[in-house]
């Protein structure tokens, strides 16, 4: 397991869906933070979908 793995697989996706539910537990409802988590999501698709993307041009057959 690399570097990466951990950051991008376990410690961002943990870090956010643990720091709205007690940002807003402190600090209350904003709008803000829908966007903030709306622009996040985005952005994490299309990361996904580059990375997947990038993964099929170099994909090669495992059979013949």
Do not use: K, Q, T
Not at 6 to 32: D, K, Q, R, T, Y
Not at 46 to 58: E, K, S, T, Y
Request: proline residues 5%; aromatic residues 14%; without cysteine.
């Amino acid at each position: 397991v690399g570097v990466r793995e951990v950051l991008f697989v376990w410690m961002l996706p943990a870090v956010i869906s643990s720091n709205v539910p007690a940002s807003v537990l402190l600090h209350g409802f904003e709008p803000v933070y829908v966007l903030w988590l709306a622009a996040a999501a985005a952005v994490w698709l299309a990361v996904g979908i580059w990375v997947f993307n990038r993964g099929l041009r170099r994909y090669a057959s495992a059979s013949s």
